[in-house]
């Protein structure tokens, strides 16, 4: 079969139902937020205390889960995806019927630890279980898939929630959790053995600078993209001279450029270079981040398009970065901790803009010196990429 006709060919079943699985994730990670105002009268606390439970979550999800993976058997890689998931669908059940604060706390953790266990082990599998020429769409759909379960699944659980009670969301990430753990029992194939590796050498991939120069860039993208999520609203506001602007539009288009962007990625990883990929993508990055604030001078409403660029470069961004850590570590057989550590780096970014944009408001900073700070942290993360880009 040439590499065209193998490029066009339909994606193993397994892909889309780990896709499934991640659309549950997407969900479970940011659902939560949304629920915090119904949480915290439920168990008669109050906002702060129950933002508490996106905390957990997250940190067990970026600092829990690379550990787990580390430890997990060579051999041991089927049984591992489908007991992360199985953990996870259990977790989010078990929130659901937490008698108390405490127990939802313990409980959003260990779905934070199910959950970044499964992404780093499912992205490995997809491009496992799928052809050479196919690893970079199935990478695609996984992401897209992660990206519609923000986008489309979190609006429609918040609704449930709404109608039903905060537990309804909780219940139908689990439902959806479980329809892809007994899609995956089914069809999920035997995996490639990766060769034994002690956890001293597992660990060893820390030293290699092309994985630590992989993850550099994710993470000052993440400080870029993710970071400056958080303050749309406040943008909006500045570009409106303090007049009410919904948020939710520009929302919808971040997300919907994300799960665009995903999808759009995959052929294309396929066939051109992941480094070069990383760095056009980045280019893109910079580039809808610097006119961000140049459209909010102008109107709230010329956001948008920059806004669909920026999320749609922001998703697409991690599928030739998880090809690239993939391909680095395939001789060790180790690119699933490679891949857990990305994710780490993702929330780590995601954190540190957040954190840092919070303080420059504190300082008074103007709103367009905010974005245009996020610009220039992606033109690093680019800079930094260009010599992997031209060796390719």
């Known amino acids: 079969m040439s ?8 994606l193993p079943l397994t892909v889309y139902l780990i896709a499934v699985g991640a659309f549950a994730l997407g969900m479970a990670s940011y659902v939560t937020a949304g629920l915090m105002p119904l949480i915290a009268s439920a168990f008669s606390i109050s906002l702060a205390m129950a933002a508490q439970l996106v905390t957990a979550f997250t940190l067990a999800y970026g600092l829990g889960s690379p550990l787990v993976v580390a430890l997990l058997p060579a051999r041991a890689q089927r049984s591992g995806l489908l007991l992360a998931l199985g953990v996870f669908v259990l977790a989010n059940g078990a929130s659901a019927l937490a008698p108390g604060f405490a127990s939802l706390l313990a409980w959003r953790a260990m779905a934070g630890i199910g959950a970044g266990v499964y992404l780093a082990l499912g992205i490995a599998a997809a491009a496992g279980v799928s052809a050479p020429q196919q690893r970079g769409k199935a990478i695609g759909v996984i992401m897209g898939g992660m990206a519609g379960g923000t986008v489309l699944g979190v609006p429609l659980s918040l609704l449930l929630a709404q109608q039903l009670g905060w537990t309804a969301a909780l219940w139908l990430v689990a439902v959806l959790g479980a329809l892809a753990l007994a899609g995956l029992l089914w069809k999920l194939p035997a995996l490639p053995v990766a060769p034994a590796m002690s956890l001293r050498g597992k660990l060893a991939l820390l030293a290699d600078g092309r994985v630590l120069l992989i993850l550099l860039v994710s993470l000052l993208a993440a400080v870029a993209s993710l970071g400056m999520y958080t303050f749309i609203a406040p943008l909006l506001a500045w570009s409106a001279h303090g007049a009410a ?14 799960i665009t962007g995903s999808m759009l990625v995959g052929p294309w990883a396929d066939k051109v270079a992941a480094p070069k990929l990383t760095w ?3 280019l893109l990055l910079a580039l809808a981040l610097c006119v961000l604030p140049l459209a909010a001078g102008w109107s709230a409403w010329l956001m948008l398009a920059p806004i669909a660029l ?8 991690q599928v030739p970065q998880n090809q690239q850590l993939l391909a680095v570590r395939a001789r060790q057989g ?5 891949i857990a550590l990305n994710e780490s780096a993702l929330y780590l970014g995601s954190a540190i803009g957040a954190a840092t944009g919070g303080l420059l408001l504190l300082l008074d900073w103007p709103m367009w010196l905010l974005a245009a700070g996020a610009a220039l942290v992606a033109a690093v993360a680019l800079l930094l990429q260009l010599p992997a880009a031209r060796r390719t």
């Open 280 to 282: 056009c993508i980045l």
């Open 334 to 338: 180790d690119g699933n901790l490679a």
């Open 310 to 317: 920026w999320g749609a470069a922001g998703w697409a961004l």
């Open 245 to 258: 602007v919904s948020s939710t539009p520009f929302l919808w288009a971040w997300g919907v450029g994300g």
């Open 3 to 10: 590499d065209s006709s193998s490029s066009r060919a339909v």
